[in-house]
């Protein structure tokens, strides 16, 4: 089960200490307003490792995602029986 505060903590201190792309402060914005507004995506981070959520973040930063609401909900269908991420 992911912890969305912790991961979003994290994220924004080492962007803050210029360790990652100002991307992933965007990507993080995005995911906790999914959070609270997807259900889907609640639940989807209520079942995975904080991992996973990492690997979303780093796919939305490369993708230039973070304000694409269809792209995230395409990234997390199932697919073969599990999820893409």
């Known amino acids: 089960m992911a912890n969305i505060q912790h991961i979003a903590d994290r994220i924004f201190r080492h962007v803050d200490a210029g360790h990652l792309a100002a991307g992933y402060s965007a990507s993080m914005g995005a995911l906790i307003d999914a959070y609270g507004d997807d259900p889907d995506f609640h639940a989807w ?3 995975v490792p904080g991992s996973a ?3 979303l ?3 939305m930063v490369r993708a230039g995602a973070w304000n694409d ?3 995230l909900r395409e990234i997390l269908e199932p697919r ?3 999820h893409a991420c």
């Open 69 to 71: 609401p269809q792209w």
């Open 80 to 82: 073969a029986g599990k």
């Open 57 to 59: 973040l780093a796919r």
């Open 53 to 55: 959520v990492e690997k």
């Open 45 to 47: 981070v209520d079942v």
